[in-house]
Structure formats: structure tokens, C-alpha cells
């Protein structure tokens, strides 16, 4: 199993299946499988501020919901997931494409990229990085049922170690 | 012209039901000391987030949807997320209804002036491909209300108000049992 088929093992796992999204080249891998899955339903964001509000409302209903993301897009989420998720204790399982990291080509992608994980800290949310995927199972699984057990958005970084990355 | 509070009485009458969700600062304060339900979601921050919140609900719901998913916006609250006009406007949720209650102006943070003096919000939904009503008076509202009842596909009602708030206390109950009491109330009504 390929890192990104563990991520959709581990999603159906936890039975999270609305994805909210906004498209990244590197997530893409993951969610073209999840787009082609019937157990899924994918939708898509035009922003991720957006994503975060459609999973909140899905998880309300009942229906656990992961987001799919960019770091940058993940600084355009931090004020739904600050005064929603995290007040509201809404699990939401984020999956976040990591850029800023080696590999790196673009500059403009490096400050965001690389104050994700700081910002996640402030907000007191639980992250897990991936550079591979040795235990990655493990980590994913283990980092979805801690989302649910602690009822709080859970971030799951993925780095251009892990996928490859974006052709430059 | 209507005042907030007066509108807001009357979509929680139409609206005993259905899942309503409310935008952040006087809207919800208003709605929660006129007429507090267990259908309704306070969203006491979140600026601008009510209209995906309510996308959200309805896909969740799915093919369990009965009547309407409600969300509650202001005008500034539209502005500060138009693109989720154009998220909904393109999956057309069969069953999703917001209530912009357009006052022209931020209300919550000292009456400083918006866009929607010289822009009509429901122009906007209708190129998202909402069906769309206006009005100005609480008649109009129901009529509008009961008419989107009928249609299928996202609606949109655009109702101008006063642009003062009513003084009510504050709503400061844990957002975690705000959260708690509309999806208890969601799991025994609606699944």
C-alpha cells in the first residue's frame, strides 16, 4: 500500500467520509483515489476557510469530515478552525500538504510553509509529520482516533520527502 | 424599516423544524434572548462561515434532509465569504436556504458602513444560480419563506432591516454546549 492508500485505509477506518478540499498537485494523489471511491463524497472548496466550515457542518450532522489542503491554504483556514473547530470541539482530521520544506522551489511558499507547524502549536492542536512512510499506518491511524478521542482538529503534515512533490 | 430582532422572531416561527444557523455578534444575541430553540446553531465568531456551515449540514444530511437547512447571514458576513455563493450555486444543494438580513452596514462593531448600498447581494446569488427573493418588511419575508419552501435547489432571500441592534445581553454560553444542544437535537429530529 502506497502512502497515499493508507491515508483512504485509514480515513475509512474512522468513517470519515466527506473530504472537503481545495486542489494541490501532491494531494492530488490522494484525492484522485478518493474521488473514485463511492464511499467517499469530495467536495470542493474554492478556499479552505470554506472546506473547514463544510466539514464543521457535516460533523455536526453526524458525518465525520477530513480537509485536504496546502500550508498556504491552511493560513487561510486559521480563524474558522480557531473560533469554530476548537471552541466547538469539532474533530476535524486535516490533511496538510507541507510546503516550505527541502525540495522547496518557491520562495513565496516558504514563510507559510514553515510557520504551519509554530501556528499549530500556538492554537494548542496535536500534529503529526510525515517525511515517509515507515509507520505511517500507525501514525495515521493512531492520529485519527486521538482527533476523535480529543475532539479537536488533529493536523497531519505531509512533506515532499513523503510524495514527492511539485514539479518545478 | 424592520428591526433585526423582529425578523428574526419571525424566521424562528417559520422555523421550528428545520436547522437554522445564526452568524456571529448581535444576530445570534439577538435570536438567542428572543427565542431560543434547540434547532438552532449559535455561531458566536466564525465571521462570514454560516453559508458553509449550512452547505456542510446539507451534504451531510444527505438524502435524510427534510424541508430546509437554514443559515442566517448579514450583509458584512456575506461579503467576508461571497465565494461560498459560488460553491453552493454549483452543487445546488436540493434543500438549502439563506436569509441574508441586510442592514448595510457592520453593526456588531459600530455601524461602519458596507458594500450592499451600492450592490445587491441578491444580484450576486442570482449569478450563482440561487432562486432569489427581496423585500424590505416582514409580510415579504413569510412570503418569500413559504414560497421557498416550494422551489428546488439552493434559495437565497435578501430582506432589508434597520441597521440598529436591539439591546440584549450578551451569549456567553460554552460553545460546546451550544454545539452540543443543536446536533443532539439534529440526531433526534432529523436521523
Known amino acids: 500500500m502506497n502512502w497515499a492508500e493508507t491515508i483512504v485505509e485509514s480515513l475509512k477506518k474512522w468513517n470519515t467520509s466527506l473530504i472537503a478540499y481545495v486542489p494541490d498537485i501532491s494531494i492530488h494523489q490522494v484525492t484522485s483515489l478518493i474521488d473514485n471511491d463511492p464511499y467517499f463524497h469530495l467536495v470542493s472548496a474554492t478556499r479552505e476557510e470554506e472546506a473547514i466550515g463544510i466539514a464543521a457542518g457535516a460533523y455536526a450532522v453526524g458525518r465525520n469530515a477530513a480537509v485536504f489542503m496546502q500550508s498556504s491554504g491552511f493560513g487561510n483556514s486559521i480563524n474558522a478552525i480557531a473560533s469554530m473547530c476548537i471552541p466547538y470541539r469539532m474533530p476535524i482530521p486535516m490533511f496538510i500538504n507541507l510546503r516550505g520544506g527541502p525540495g522547496e522551489f518557491n520562495i513565496a511558499q516558504v514563510p507559510m510553509g514553515r510557520s504551519t507547524r509554530p501556528i499549530l502549536d500556538l492554537l494548542g492542536l496535536v500534529h503529526f509529520t510525515l517525511d515517509d512512510d515507515y509507520k505511517m499506518d500507525k501514525i495515521v491511524d493512531g492520529a485519527m482516533k486521538l482527533c476523535y478521542a480529543n475532539r479537536q482538529p488533529v493536523a497531519i503534515c505531509l512533506t515532499q520527502l513523503l510524495h514527492g512533490g511539485k514539479l518545478a | ?191
Open chain 2, 1 to 191: 424599516m424592520v428591526a433585526r430582532i423582529d425578523a428574526l422572531r419571525l424566521i424562528a416561527q417559520e422555523f421550528p423544524q428545520e436547522p437554522v444557523v445564526f452568524t456571529c455578534g448581535s444576530t445570534s444575541r439577538e435570536m438567542a434572548s428572543a427565542d431560543r430553540r434547540d434547532n438552532h446553531l449559535y455561531v458566536v465568531d466564525a465571521m462570514g462561515l454560516v453559508s458553509s456551515i449550512v452547505l456542510g449540514l446539507s451534504l451531510g444530511l444527505g438524502d435524510d434532509a427534510q424541508g430546509k437547512v437554514v443559515g442566517v447571514e448579514g450583509d458584512g458576513g456575506m461579503l467576508m465569504n461571497l465565494n461560498a455563493l459560488s460553491s453552493i450555486g454549483y452543487l445546488q444543494p436540493a434543500n438549502l436556504l439563506l436569509i441574508v438580513l441586510d442592514n448595510q452596514a457592520y453593526a456588531s462593531t459600530g455601524g461602519q458602513h458596507t458594500f450592499t448600498d451600492r450592490l445587491d447581494l441578491a444580484d450576486i446569488a442570482d449569478s450563482c444560480h440561487f432562486r432569489t427573493w427581496r423585500t424590505d418588511e416582514l409580510e415579504g419575508l413569510k412570503q418569500a419563506i413559504a414560497e421557498a419552501r416550494q422551489a428546488p435547489g439552493p434559495c437565497f432571500i435578501r430582506m432589508r432591516i434597520d441597521p440598529g441592534n436591539t439591546p440584549v445581553p450578551l451569549l456567553q454560553d460554552d460553545p460546546v454546549t451550544l454545539g452540543h444542544t443543536f446536533t443532539r437535537w439534529l440526531a433526534s429530529n432529523r436521523c
